[in-house]
């Protein structure tokens, strides 16, 4: 089991995606993808609950 991310269904013209083994692993990669790419989303961060949307696992 995997679990996966892709930037570009925020809505983002972002070709980011990541695949972790565990879910924390995961929020840390976003984290600081967003910090580097999307200084603005860092500002205002999605909620929980539009992240766990966005977390597929695969
Ligand atoms: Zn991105």
Do not use: W
């Amino acid at each position: 089991m995997a679990y996966k991310l892709a930037c570009a269904e925020t809505g983002a013209q972002c070709p980011f995606e990541v695949v972790t083994t565990t879910r924390d692993e995961l929020i840390e990669h976003v984290k600081v993808h967003v910090q580097a790419a999307h200084p603005e989303m860092a500002g205002n961060p999605p909620s929980p609950e539009t992240i766990d949307k966005l977390i597929h696992v695969v």
